[in-house]
């Protein structure tokens, strides 16, 4: 059974590990509800680089992290570009991409820090959050894993890097992934089922053939792949709630063909 949990604050729904917090680390996950943007981006879109009202995105923003005690200065973004680059950051970064969507940290999907209160945040309508938390040194990652960066391993490559930075062990992580498009609603080419059959042992496992169809399940996929570059299975929380099957809770590019909002992961070591 899920670990996860809905939670309300301040208007805005979200999914959250309370384990986590109580560990010492913030985390969660936005959902559509409880903002205030209209139209297709109703009602808490975060995403500042879709066509809303840039004051309605900020005010969302602003109440989602408020329930962690978080103000949105003390955030960091980046463009998101479907990419495997990860880079560490730290107060200097704080407020890059909060405001202004010019002001994002460009050409990355991910990052690592190890200090407290600097608020990773990240922005989903079907690719999949993944966050990292090494209890021991005090260290996180959280990476944006669409299918170009699950086939590029940026999960495996968000392990390494709190490996090469901060000396974290594999088998010492947490590891929490996200709502996203889930196995039921991802349909793909053969040409590309075939790369994925290349690209990961066991495919069997993360592929469906069904009425002719290939579905490819992308959060086993990077379960399997946590896995195998040492995370513990008991350490993985994987939220099982498809962001396509789910239109109530959250927004779909694949689902709104592409005019739509964006949730919001969050990640920030408390002090």
């Not at 408020?66 to 495997?84: I, K, P, Y």
């Not at 896995?227 to 590019?253: M, P, W």
Request: include cysteine.
């Amino acid at each position: 059974m899920s670990a996860w949990i809905k939670k309300r604050g301040n208007g805005i729904a979200y999914y959250t590990l309370e384990k986590w917090s109580d560990a010492g680390a913030d985390m969660a996950f936005s959902t559509r509800a409880g903002g205030c943007s209209t139209g297709a981006f109703a009602d808490a879109n975060l995403g500042l680089h879709v066509e809303d009202d840039p004051e309605r995105v900020i005010l969302n923003r602003e109440k989602f992290l408020a329930n962690f005690r978080l103000e949105l200065g003390q955030a960091v973004c980046c463009r998101q570009v479907h990419g495997d680059s990860i880079i560490r950051v730290d107060k200097q970064q704080q407020g890059r991409g909060a405001f202004f969507y010019d002001t994002s940290l460009p050409d990355c999907d991910g990052f690592v820090t190890d200090h407290p209160g600097v608020a990773l945040l990240t922005f989903y309508a079907d690719c999949v959050p993944v966050y990292l938390f090494d209890p021991r040194r005090r260290t996180i990652a959280m990476v944006h894993s669409g299918w170009k960066g699950t086939m590029q391993r940026i999960g495996e490559k968000a392990v390494s890097a709190m490996e090469s930075e901060y000396g974290s062990q594999a088998g010492d992580l947490w590891a929490a992934i996200g709502p996203g498009i889930g196995g039921c609603c991802f349909e793909i080419s053969s040409s590309l089922a075939e790369e994925v059959k290349i690209n990961f042992a066991g495919y069997e496992n993360i592929l469906q053939i069904r009425t002719e169809r290939c579905y490819w399940d992308l959060p086993a996929t990077i379960q399997q792949m946590l896995q195998q570059k040492g995370v513990r299975a008991e350490n993985i929380d994987t939220c099982s709630l498809c962001t396509a099957c789910h239109a109530e809770l959250f927004f779909s590019y694949r689902r709104d063909q592409g005019i739509t909002g964006r949730m919001g992961a969050l990640l920030s070591l408390r002090y």
